[in-house]
């Protein structure tokens, strides 16, 4: 993606505000998966081409807000997450079990596609947030944010 690497993460960065992305392919189109590291909430943006790169960090924030409020999480905590965000920072990732889980993601993916390549990227961010992921206490990603939004901030 082409973009400055920071060296390692903060000691103290809160994993809350801590996201992956991922590059990937779908019938010749790419994708960008975006994973929370401390609840797995993830969502996919896309078909991106070479110029929306340009345009990550917005894309990014912009991603995660919509999805919030998609999953119909309360306006008043989704608007303070956004304020707790800092800038985005790039760097490779090292966490294996989010590599792991983006990949079964990103498998399940390639499985419910559509056969004419079509992908419903909204119908299908409903949906990944579904999808169990045994390390995690409540089983599913999307409850977990939504418990930990709610811890935060209710």
């Known amino acids: 993606m082409k973009k400055n690497l920071t060296s390692k993460p903060k ?3 809160d994993l809350f505000y801590s996201w992956h992305a991922h590059l990937f392919l779908i019938n010749r189109k790419k994708y960008i998966m975006v994973m929370n590291s401390q609840t ?3 969502f996919v ?3 991106v081409v070479a110029k ?3 345009n990550l960090d917005e894309m990014i924030y912009s991603g ?3 999805n919030l409020e998609a999953d119909k999480v309360n306006p008043i905590f989704i608007e303070q997450y956004v304020q707790h965000m800092d800038r985005i920072e790039y760097m490779k990732t090292s966490e294996r079990s989010i590599i792991g889980q983006m990949n079964d993601a990103i498998y399940y993916i390639e499985c419910v596609q559509e056969d004419d390549g079509i992908m419903d990227v909204q119908q299908l961010n409903r949906t990944l947030n579904d999808f169990p992921m045994i390390k995690l206490p409540l089983k599913f990603s999307g409850r977990m944010m939504m418990q930990e939004m709610e811890n935060r901030f209710a």
């Open 45 to 47: 943006l896309g078909p």
């Open 40 to 42: 797995r909430y993830l």
């Open 52 to 54: 929306d790169i340009k």
């Open 64 to 66: 995660i807000q919509e």
């Open 11 to 13: 000691e103290t960065q």
